[in-house]
């Protein structure tokens, strides 16, 4: 466990909801980086025009999900094939691998993520 790599991009829990985009950016099966003001960032995944968001970290050796390959409600890491439920962080591979997750809403078209 204690190999695992810290993200240091993690956005800190705030409480608060911050709108960062258009839901028509991101199509169904699709993903995109969010970045937050403060650096920090996540991944946002639209699964069947439900979106879902979670670290943008591969616990492994830190690769970006967002720019890993969906299917259906499960992201792959494209570096060495991690596997992640986004829609609860569950880590397939290995159990402690778990990532959080972040709650998304869709309000007046424009996504809303609470951090
Ligand atoms: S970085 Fe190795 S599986 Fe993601």
């Known amino acids: 466990m ?10 800190k829990r705030e409480g ?8 028509e950016s991101v199509p169904p099966g ?6 937050l003001k403060d650096g920090t960032e996540l991944a946002l995944y639209n699964v069947g025009g439900t979106f879902h968001a979670i670290e943008n970290f ?3 050796k ?23 439920d986004v829609r609860t962080g ?4 290995k159990k402690s ?6 709650e998304v809403n869709v309000e007046d078209g424009m996504i809303r993520i609470l951090i």
């Open 90 to 93: 569950e880590c397939f591979t």
């Open 16 to 23: 608060r909801v911050v709108t960062v985009g258009k839901a």
């Open 30 to 35: 699709r993903g995109a980086t969010v970045k």
């Open 62 to 84: 830190g690769y970006p999900l967002a720019d890993s390959r969906l299917y259906g409600g499960i992201v792959e890491c494209n570096l060495h094939g991690y596997r992640f």
């Open 97 to 102: 691998c778990g990532i959080e997750k972040y």
């Open 2 to 11: 204690g190999k695992q790599k810290e993200n240091k991009r993690k956005p």
């Open 58 to 60: 591969c616990p492994h």
